[in-house]
């Protein structure tokens, strides 16, 4: 159950985009199609942005997206904003468990 | 209002036991698999444990596995978390969520601060 790799940081200029990568294994990323992504800002509870790898839960923009390829995960902020700074966590199913990723803090230069 | 609030935090001694409750409301919370989530101060987000509709299926992480018991009460709306032989490094918000689509949870609880003095 070890936790799946993020950059612990990331940055753009508003309306730039980033893109925040996930790495896990076959037995958990690679394995299955249940990949979600998590906003948390400081002192709040997360809130979902992705699942199923690249679908947006209802109100959620379109600037979020989400893709995979093998054991990698990738979330994409498009068109930042300020709101957007924030830290972000990849989420898998891995059969009997789940296992969150170490975290990525987004900064707005 | 769909909401998840926790309740049951505080200080305890290590090796001391506490447990941790989860109201949901504003939605037919016997449908739908529940996650407790936790998350050590200044720290990232860690999957503790879930629960099936029906109570046929429990899961932990290594980590509490032995230790702690997750339940619910489909006629309460409530969700549970019993913890035992607690240690300094189960310190942490603990977290409620709602697996309302697949594997993901959608509808999170405020948290509610466990701190385990030595």
């Known amino acids: 159950q070890s936790a799946l790799t993020q950059p612990p940081s990331a940055s753009g200029s508003p309306g730039q985009s980033v893109t925040i990568s996930c790495t896990g294994t076959?037995?958990?990323?690679?394995?299955?199609?249940?990949v979600s992504w998590y906003q948390q800002h400081p002192g709040k509870a997360p809130k979902l942005i992705i699942y199923?790898?690249?679908k947006r839960p209802s109100g959620v923009p379109d600037r979020f997206s989400g893709s995979k390829s093998g054991n990698t995960a990738s979330l994409t902020v498009s068109g930042l904003q300020a709101e957007d700074e924030a830290d972000y966590y990849c989420?898998?199913?891995?059969?009997?468990?789940?296992?969150f990723g170490t975290g990525t803090r987004v900064a707005i230069l | 209002e769909v909401q998840l609030v926790e309740s049951g935090g505080g200080v305890v001694q290590a090796g001391g036991s506490l447990r941790l409750s989860c109201a949901a409301s504003g939605f037919t919370f016997s449908t739908f698999w529940m996650h407790w989530v936790r998350q050590a101060p200044g720290k990232g987000l860690v999957w503790v444990s879930r629960?099936?509709?029906?109570?046929?299926?429990?899961d932990y992480a290594d980590s509490v596995k032995g230790r702690f018991t997750i339940s619910r009460d489909n006629a309460k709306n409530t969700l549970y978390l019993q913890m035992n032989s607690l240690r300094a490094d189960d310190t942490a918000v603990y977290y409620c969520?709602?697996?309302?689509?697949?594997?993901?949870?959608?509808?999170w609880g405020q948290g509610t601060l466990v701190t385990v003095s030595p």
């Open positions: 076959s037995s958990d990323v690679g394995g299955y199609n249940f």
């Open positions: 989420y898998s199913y891995a059969g009997r468990n789940n296992v």
């Open positions: 969520a709602r697996a309302g689509v697949p594997a993901a949870n959608d509808l």
């Open positions: 629960i099936n509709s029906d109570v046929t299926t429990t």
């Open positions: 199923e790898v690249n």
